[in-house]
């Protein structure tokens, strides 16, 4: 299992959010570019970075931060944050980054992502974001209808490189992912999983890497020195193989 560091942007620092709620940040670094360097050299592969100013406005904000994050890291980088538009994509990926993270189009607009990912293959992640089952959008301000597999089916035959799933009402709070959801989105979808939102120890993750999950973002918990990164990344190489699918 592949093990993605957060960092998520706020006004160009690094921070970690509650639940989505815009109004509950705590501010981690003043320097995302040397917090991406420190995983690294801990043993992380690759960086997961959220432009959370981006998935506000609508299209990503922190582009300088990010160029400096990929440059710092030297290791594959994962974005989302308000990639809505062509124009967007080939703005992110000027910047270097790996794979782009599309959110809310995605549910505006589900032939868009199939026909993206048709022309980046492996290069585009879905994100799902969802509150009790529902997806979310507009940087976790709004609530859809939709369910989140049911998203997720839609796009589930293009070449997506994975599904990023994140659960909102674990997302930060330390308590523990939901293992029910993510078995329920693993089951739905042939598409590699990263499971996101409320790992916060080893026994989370060793419960992830047994049940066969190819990735697993941490944010608040590598921050909060809950979780050794360095031990984590032992405990995933112990227990499986990574699925190669994820590269």
Same mark, same amino acid.
């Given at each position: 299992?592949?093990?993605?560091?957060?960092?998520?942007?706020?006004?160009?620092?690094?921070?970690?959010?509650?639940?989505?709620?815009?109004?509950?940040?705590?501010?981690?670094?003043? @320097?995302?570019?040397?917090?991406?360097?420190?995983?690294?050299?801990?043993?992380? @592969?690759?960086?997961?970075?959220?432009?959370? @100013?981006?998935?506000?406005?609508?299209?990503?904000?922190?582009?300088?931060? !990010?160029?400096?994050?990929?440059?710092?890291?030297?290791?594959?980088?994962?974005?989302?944050?308000?990639?809505?538009?062509?124009?967007?994509?080939?703005?992110?990926?000027?910047?270097?980054?790996?794979?782009?993270?599309?959110?809310?189009?995605?549910?505006?607009?589900?032939?868009?992502?199939?026909?993206?990912?048709?022309?980046?293959?492996?290069?585009?992640?879905?994100?799902?974001?969802?509150?009790?089952?529902? !997806?979310?959008?507009?940087?976790?301000?709004?609530?859809?209808?939709?369910?989140?597999?049911?998203?997720?089916?839609?796009?589930?035959?293009?070449?997506?490189?994975?599904?990023?799933?994140?659960?909102?009402?674990?997302?930060?709070?330390?308590?523990?992912?939901?293992?029910?959801?993510?078995?329920?989105?693993?089951?739905?979808?042939?598409?590699?999983?990263?499971?996101?939102?409320?790992?916060?120890?080893?026994?989370?993750?060793?419960?992830?890497?047994?049940?066969?999950?190819?990735?697993?973002?941490?944010?608040?918990?590598?921050?909060?020195?809950?979780?050794?990164?360095?031990?984590?990344?032992?405990?995933?190489?112990?227990?499986?193989?990574?699925?190669?699918?994820?590269?």
């Amino acid at each position: 299992m592949f093990i993605y560091p957060a960092i998520d942007l706020l006004n160009g620092r690094c921070v970690r959010l509650r639940q989505g709620d815009y109004s509950r940040e705590t501010v981690f670094s003043d @320097d995302p570019a040397a917090v991406a360097k420190r995983w690294v050299e801990l043993g992380a @592969d690759r960086i997961h970075v959220v432009d959370l @100013d981006g998935a506000k406005a609508g299209k990503p904000v922190n582009g300088t931060v !990010v160029r400096e994050i990929v440059e710092a890291a030297g290791v594959p980088v994962q974005l989302g944050g308000g990639i809505r538009t062509d124009a967007d994509l080939a703005a992110v990926f000027d910047w270097g980054v790996r794979w782009a993270v599309l959110g809310t189009r995605a549910l505006q607009a589900p032939e868009w992502v199939r026909s993206t990912a048709a022309r980046f293959p492996n290069r585009i992640v879905l994100g799902v974001d969802a509150k009790d089952g529902y !997806v979310a959008t507009e940087g976790w301000l709004e609530v859809s209808r939709v369910r989140a597999v049911d998203l997720a089916r839609q796009v589930s035959d293009a070449p997506l490189a994975a599904v990023v799933y994140t659960d909102i009402a674990t997302d930060g709070m330390m308590q523990g992912p939901n293992f029910a959801a993510l078995a329920e989105m693993q089951a739905a979808v042939p598409t590699p999983l990263i499971a996101s939102g409320g790992v916060c120890s080893l026994d989370h993750v060793s419960r992830l890497a047994e049940a066969g999950t190819p990735g697993c973002i941490i944010g608040r918990a590598l921050y909060e020195g809950a979780i050794d990164l360095t031990a984590a990344l032992a405990l995933t190489r112990s227990v499986t193989r990574p699925d190669r699918r994820l590269l």
